[in-house]
């Protein structure tokens, strides 16, 4: 198992809403890429319409994230 170094909650995080769940977190040395473990980029705009996105987490899904965000 590899540790964490570093872990960063949301500012605005709400437990009981599960708003905002989102932690950076720093792990203490790298790691392989494997099918179950690989980075994601993070979108920075929009995308046009008929394209498909990826969608990761555990928490819930709603339309604040981006005016165009619709899962």
Do not use: F
Not at 21 to 33: A, C, G, N, Q, R
Not at 35 to 47: F, G, L, N
Not at 53 to 58: A, H, I, N, T
Request: proline content about 6%.
């Amino acid at each position: 198992m590899v540790e964490a170094s570093l872990s960063v909650r949301h500012p605005e995080y709400n437990r009981p809403l599960l708003a905002n769940d989102l932690m950076l977190i720093k792990l203490d040395e790298s790691v392989s890429e494997s099918d179950t473990i690989r980075s994601i980029s993070i979108a920075s705009q929009c995308p046009t319409a008929g394209n498909s996105c990826l969608v990761s987490g555990w928490g819930l899904l709603a339309n604040e994230c981006l005016p165009c965000c619709s899962a």
